[in-house]
């Protein structure tokens, strides 16, 4: 079992940027992908980004392609998403996940249901 903790987020002003940064603990090593997901008010979650351990193969929504960039730390067994530009479309909170299941293809990194292990969340809210 893993312990997923996420960090960064807070109040920022639309055009503006912040860092989340997602800790994770415990067995790491079962860890395929690393993912971030976002729950926007009156939505159902949806995935934001992904990068695979293996062979640090990302994956992006449209929604946030050219704007956001997952990376990790294996070190410090961190996973960031860098989100500039934001917009008040971007409000939500982004949820931290682990994939220990498979090995995915790219094509299923934004797939939720290959994601079970998850963090509490941390709410980004972008004013206009």
């Known amino acids: 079992q893993l312990r997923l903790v996420e960090s960064g987020g807070g109040l920022v002003q639309s055009g503006g940027s912040l860092k989340l940064s997602c800790v994770v603990s415990?067995?790491?090593?079962?860890?395929?992908?690393m993912g971030w997901f976002r729950r926007r008010p009156r939505k159902g979650r949806e995935p934001v980004s992904s990068i695979a351990n293996r062979d640090g193969s990302t994956y992006y929504a449209d929604s946030v392609k050219g704007r956001f960039t997952i990376s990790r730390d294996n070190a410090q067994n961190t996973v960031y998403l860098q989100m500039n530009d934001l917009k008040p479309d971007d409000t939500a909170v982004y949820y931290c996940?682990?994939?220990?299941?498979?090995?995915?293809?790219?094509?299923?990194?934004?797939?939720?249901?290959?994601?079970?292990?998850w963090g509490q969340g941390t709410q980004v809210t972008v004013s206009s």
């Open positions: 996940a682990a994939n220990t299941l498979a090995i995915i293809s790219p094509r299923s990194m934004g797939v939720e249901l290959w994601y079970n292990n």
């Open positions: 415990g067995n790491t090593s079962d860890v395929y992908n």
